[in-house]
Structure formats: C-alpha cells, structure tokens
C-alpha cells in the first residue's frame, strides 16, 4: 500500500500564485507515476500534470488549461512530487488530488489523497 497526503491548498486571488506538496509513504519503491488530478464543484474530476518515475525519461505531462501556469517537480529522496501553481485563475478552483500507480495499472485502480481545496477569488 502507498498512502499520499498532500498539503498547500487554501484561498488566493487570481493571478496569485500556489504550491502544493504531496508526500508518498509505505510501499513507495511500487510507485510508477505520479500525478495531479482537480474536481470542481459539479464537474467530474479532470487530469493536471503526471510524471512517471520508474524508467521514465523524467518528462512531465500537463493537461492544456494549465500549461505555462502550473509546474510539476519531485524530490525523490523525500518521496515526495510538488505542485506550483501561478497566473491562478478563477477556473482553477477545485479540490486537488495527488495519486499514484502502480506498473501496469491505471489511475482509478492506484492510490489516492483525501484532497486539498483551492479557491481562486476573482
């Protein structure tokens, strides 16, 4: 089992910027890749950013809406994968999801976080 809890959410207005942090704990040598996921209020939950760690090349997805905006890193030896998050958007309010995988396996079958809120003011 890996347990993630992530941490940084909270409250800014557009424009600002945001970091979030989700640390990965147990069974982490299992771990694929890594990813951000966002649900918005009413709206089902939607891909950020990814990066594979496990004979990956280090190359980090992003979904279009937020390319240029938000950048994904990871500090290996503290099993842990960021999220900065600038030029925040009113759009971009949702509760973020850190979650990771297993080889072979996909996101709905890998591990989850509870969840952290951010809400962009306009």
């Known amino acids: 089992q890996v347990q993630l809890v992530e941490s940084g959410g909270g409250l800014v207005q557009a424009g600002d910027s945001l970091s979030l942090s989700c640390a990965a704990s147990?069974?982490?040598?299992?771990?694929?890749?890594m990813g951000w996921f966002r649900q918005a209020p009413r709206k089902e939950r939607e891909f950020v950013a990814a990066i594979i760690n496990s004979g990956g090349d280090g190359t980090i997805h992003y979904t279009e809406s937020v390319k240029g905006r938000f950048t994904m890193s990871r500090d290996n030896a503290k099993n842990t994968v960021y999220l900065q998050m600038n030029s925040l958007k009113s759009e971009d309010t949702a509760v973020y999801y850190c979650?990771?995988?297993?080889?072979?396996?996909?996101?709905?079958?890998?591990?989850w976080g509870q969840g952290t809120q951010v809400t962009v003011s306009s």
């Open positions: 979650a990771a995988t297993d080889t072979g396996k996909g996101w709905t079958s890998g591990y």
């Open positions: 147990g069974r982490t040598f299992s771990i694929y890749a």
